[in-house]
C-alpha cells in the first residue's frame, strides 16, 4: 500500500515564524502536491512538483514556498507565517507515466496549522 | 481552466438507502479522468472511484458506481446500501490528460451524513 505521511498532524505557530511542513512518501512516485482545505472553498493547489528539485505553481502559490531534494520528500514553508495562512494542509502523491494518464493521487493525513 | 461543481453543499440518507451525490464540471479537452475521493471524518482522503472520459461504460466499485453523462459534462456518485462509514465529506475531481504530471482540480466538497 502507498503510504504518504505528514511530519505533523496539528501545529499552533505565532504570526512571522518561519513554518515548515514534511511530507514523506514510500512508492518512488515522481509527483507530489501541496494543497490547501478550506470549509466550503475545497481543496486547492499550493505547489507540486514532478522530479526532484522541480516545481510548479499551483493556484495559490503566495506566501509559501517548497522544497524537494530528495524523491520521497516534499516541503512546504510558511516564510513568514500569517493568521490567514490557518488552514488544513494535505499533501499528496502520484506516479507518472509516459502519454496521456491522469493518476491516482494518495494523499496523506493532513496536518491542520494554526497561526496565532 | 476547467471548473468543478459540487451543488450539494450537504446531504444526509438513512442507513441501507441509496443516495447519489451531484458534480458538473466545465471543459473543453476531450482526454480527461474523473474522480470521486471520500475524506472521513478526522481520517486520510481515500479514492472512491475514478473514470476514464473515453470509456463510455461507467464504473463501478462495489456498493459505489456512477453515472456519467460526457455531453451534459456530469459525473454523479451513487452509493447503495449506505452504511454508517460511508458518512464524510466527498468530493469530486477532473484530471486534464496530456501527458506527464497532471493536477486535479477539485470540487467544493459534498459533506454526507448517514443516518442510523
Known amino acids: 500500500d502507498v503510504k504518504v505521511t505528514q511530519s505533523s498532524r496539528y501545529l499552533v505557530k505565532r504570526t512571522g515564524e518561519k513554518v515548515f511542513l514534511e511530507c514523506v512518501q514510500d512508492m518512488d512516485h515522481e509527483n507530489m502536491f501541496w494543497y490547501r482545505q478550506d470549509p466550503g472553498l475545497g481543496l486547492r493547489l499550493i505547489y507540486f512538483?514532478?522530479?526532484?528539485?522541480?516545481?510548479e505553481k499551483g493556484d495559490i502559490p503566495e506566501g509559501y514556498s517548497v522544497s524537494r531534494e530528495k524523491k520521497e520528500r516534499f516541503s512546504l514553508i510558511l516564510e513568514s507565517a500569517s493568521t490567514n495562512q490557518t488552514s488544513m494542509y494535505l499533501c499528496?502523491?502520484?506516479?507518472?507515466?509516459?502519454?496521456?494518464?491522469?493518476?491516482?493521487?494518495?494523499f496523506g493525513p493532513g496536518t491542520r496549522l494554526l497561526v496565532l | 481552466a476547467q471548473t468543478v461543481t459540487q451543488s450539494q453543499p450537504e446531504m444526509s440518507v438513512q442507513e441501507a438507502e441509496t443516495v447519489t451525490l451531484s458534480c458538473t464540471y466545465d471543459t473543453s479537452e476531450n482526454n480527461y479522468y474523473l474522480f470521486w475521493y471520500k475524506q472521513p471524518p478526522s481520517r486520510q482522503m481515500i479514492l472512491v472511484i475514478r473514470?476514464?472520459?473515453?470509456?463510455?461504460q461507467n464504473a463501478t466499485e462495489n456498493r459505489f458506481s456512477v453515472n456519467f453523462q460526457k455531453a451534459a459534462k456530469s459525473f454523479s456518485l451513487k452509493i447503495s446500501d449506505s452504511q454508517l462509514g460511508d458518512t464524510a465529506m466527498y468530493f469530486c475531481a477532473f484530471g486534464r490528460a496530456q501527458g506527464g504530471s497532471e493536477k486535479l482540480v477539485f470540487g467544493k466538497g459534498t459533506k454526507l451524513t448517514v443516518n442510523p
Open positions: 473514470q476514464e472520459a473515453y470509456k463510455q
Open positions: 499528496a502523491s502520484s506516479t507518472q507515466w509516459e502519454g496521456p494518464r491522469v493518476e491516482t493521487q494518495y
Open positions: 512538483s514532478y522530479d526532484v528539485k522541480m516545481k
